[in-house]
């Protein structure tokens, strides 16, 4: 890549989905025709350590044979596989377990530090995968610590300077990192937060105390990441920043493809339009686009795929003739109908206000009579539009070849939101009215319809998922989808009872709807219920 040394991508395979082998490798594929030369698989437990069973157990996790087989096939596409893994933060999954939760745990999905059997699950860490990938460059993680050393480690040593704490656990996680020959790279967000009461990005200058960058280890990189924001004066000052902590930083955007069921390419577009000009501007020589799989990892990595290429254009300079030439080329797919992808999020318009809401999630898991995000759309919402979308993603689909399947879910996505979207809002109104006429149309209808179109979404979202990643995950997602389809059962039935006067009322729908912020609410389990999950 013209203007980078190191211009990667980083994979999330711990959120639920775990890439298979065969798709990784056709992913690899794609993006090294594209430019890039280096990929990162983030796997907070979702790796084998031969001494501990319980390490990613029932998780899908890569065997130590799976990652050889990888770097392998890398290296032959000339992309460095880069392990990135977690030392601190982040590792909830292992914390079910009591081997785990007893042993290492200081609060949160925290480790503990200073206790040495978290440093021996370390070391153990850095041996399978030295043993195993050529690289010596390593991730090591230890962002959003937000509380540490406020657990057990308090109730155990009393209050201690949480910088002293940090920098003790970094220095000791890199003395391991030594031994196996590693320079680390890390997420430099704990040291702003401890200086900036929490926050991270800033477009104003941070003072670190001298006693704190003196004791960031030297073989210790530092990684700014940011998907947020929209200026380049944030993306500038942040760097500056970050320099006064290593004098070698890495950026990480992102490309986005998590948190919903539809990606984010024209927003992570928009900002990566920003941000790496400015990293070429100030002199940063390496760059990953990080694809994250929050809350369930409900995306594929190949659904942000023109969020990549636009990502090397810039990168290469290419001009958006030149780049939608090489995206059809190098995938077989128009980039324009690639676009298409992120449509179902766009509920005024497909360039109107483009940004990270995920409607067609809320508003599919929203319960019908309860209508915990009824309130998150601003302004009426034509629900004709998502017919509209559904058959423009079905063109696509019929020209898509081995990608077809990521149209065919957004596709049927859109077929059950036109039904769903306002299901809701319109069971609300006519129960309010005591309109049983239309109650009893819309439990035989609507509700039946919806029904049946959530079965396809279902089918072509199993396809999707097991095009591209182990089988390990998608119980969550049997039980989400199925969970959602038992309850628009029961609320049909729930209706009928009352249009039959078997029942005299139904209670959620006697309850007020209250305003609030609607948007991305925590994901499923906060859209719902309001009851704890």
């Known amino acids: 890549m013209k203007n980078f040394d190191y211009f990667g991508v980083m994979i999330d395979c711990s959120r639920g989905a775990v890439p298979g082998v065969s798709a990784l490798k056709n992913f690899l594929d794609?993006?090294?025709?594209?430019?890039?030369?280096?990929?990162?698989?983030?796997?907070?437990?979702?790796?084998?350590?031969?001494?501990?069973?319980?390490f990613g157990y029932k998780r899908g996790k890569y065997t130590l044979s799976e990652l050889s087989e990888l770097d392998?096939?890398?290296n032959s596409l000339g992309i460095e596989l880069i392990p990135c893994v977690q030392t601190l933060a982040h590792l909830n999954a292992i914390f079910r377990w009591d081997c785990y939760k007893k042993n290492?745990?200081?609060?949160?999905?925290?480790?503990?530090?200073?206790?040495?059997?978290?440093?021996?699950l370390i070391e153990k860490m850095f041996k399978a995968l030295s043993e195993t990938l050529k690289t010596r460059k390593l991730h090591i993680g230890m962002d959003e610590a937000h509380h540490v050393g406020l657990g057990k480690f308090l109730d155990k040593n009393g209050f201690k300077n949480r910088y002293d704490i940090l920098?003790?656990?970094?220095?000791?996680?890199?003395?391991?990192?030594?031994?196996?020959?590693?320079?680390?790279?890390?997420?430099?967000?704990?040291?702003?937060?401890?200086?900036?009461?929490?926050?991270?990005?800033?477009?104003?200058?941070?003072?670190?105390?001298?006693?704190v960058t003196e004791k960031i280890p030297e073989n210790c990189k530092m990684v700014y990441w940011d998907y947020y924001a929209e200026k380049a004066e944030v993306y500038g000052a942040m760097i500056?920043?970050?320099r006064k902590l290593s004098d070698n930083i890495w950026f990480a955007g992102g490309a986005w493809c998590w948190g919903g069921l539809t990606p984010h390419n024209k927003l992570s577009i928009r900002r990566n339009k920003v941000a790496l000009p400015v990293c070429m501007e100030k002199g940063v020589k390496n760059v990953l686009l990080t694809m994250w799989g929050d809350d369930g990892?409900?995306?594929?990595?190949?659904?942000?795929?023109?969020?990549?290429?636009?990502?090397a254009a810039v990168a290469e300079g290419m001009n958006e003739e030149e780049m939608k030439e090489k995206f059809l080329e190098i995938t077989g797919v128009s980039y324009d109908d690639a676009l298409l992808l992120d449509t179902a999020n766009y509920i005024y318009g497909d360039d109107f206000g483009v940004g990270s809401s995920n409607y067609s999630k809320n508003r599919l898991y929203n319960d019908p009579f309860l209508g915990i995000v009824d309130t998150n759309a601003e302004y009426p919402v034509d629900t004709a539009i998502f017919t509209e979308k559904a058959k423009k993603l079905r063109a696509a689909e019929k020209a898509?070849?081995?990608?077809?399947y990521l149209f065919g879910a957004q596709a049927s996505l859109c077929e059950a939101l036109a039904v769903k979207f306002d299901l809701g809002a319109r069971t609300r109104a006519a129960y309010a009215h005591?309109?049983?006429?239309?109650?009893?149309?819309?439990?035989?209808?609507?509700?039946?319809?919806?029904?049946?179109?959530?079965?396809?979404?279902?089918?072509?979202?199993?396809?999707?998922?097991?095009?591209?990643?182990?089988?390990?995950?998608?119980?969550?997602?049997?039980?989400?989808?199925?969970?959602?389809?038992?309850?628009?059962?029961?609320?049909?039935?729930?209706?009928?009872?009352?249009?039959?006067?078997?029942?005299?009322?139904?209670?959620?729908?006697?309850?007020?709807?209250?305003?609030?912020?609607?948007?991305?609410?925590?994901?499923?389990?906060?859209?719902?219920?309001?009851?704890?999950?």
């Open 400 to 404: 898509a070849g081995k990608l077809a």
């Open 30 to 54: 794609i993006i090294a025709k594209m430019g890039y030369n280096c990929a990162m698989l983030y796997t907070e437990d979702t790796y084998e350590i031969p001494t501990e069973p319980f």
């Open 104 to 120: 290492i745990l200081d609060i949160d999905d925290i480790m503990i530090i200073g206790e040495e059997r978290t440093y021996d």
């Open 72 to 74: 392998e096939y890398a």
């Open 434 to 533: 005591n309109d049983k006429a239309a109650l009893r149309a819309l439990a035989e209808n609507d509700y039946s319809i919806f029904g049946e179109k959530l079965e396809a979404f279902y089918e072509a979202f199993r396809t999707q998922w097991y095009t591209a990643n182990k089988p390990f995950g998608f119980e969550m997602h049997d039980t989400r989808l199925g969970g959602l389809m038992l309850r628009t059962k029961n609320c049909r039935r729930l209706l009928l009872d009352y249009c039959n006067g078997i029942i005299d009322k139904i209670p959620e729908l006697e309850e007020e709807v209250l305003p609030h912020d609607g948007g991305n609410i925590g994901g499923w389990r906060n859209i719902i219920t309001a009851c704890p999950i």
């Open 297 to 311: 990892t409900e995306c594929s990595p190949f659904s942000v795929l023109p969020a990549l290429m636009n990502a």
């Open 240 to 242: 500056e920043n970050s």
């Open 167 to 211: 920098l003790y656990h970094l220095n000791r996680v890199c003395d391991i990192a030594k031994k196996y020959g590693y320079e680390t790279l890390m997420w430099n967000d704990m040291f702003f937060r401890l200086v900036q009461n929490g926050d991270y990005r800033t477009d104003a200058d941070v003072n670190f105390p001298a006693e």
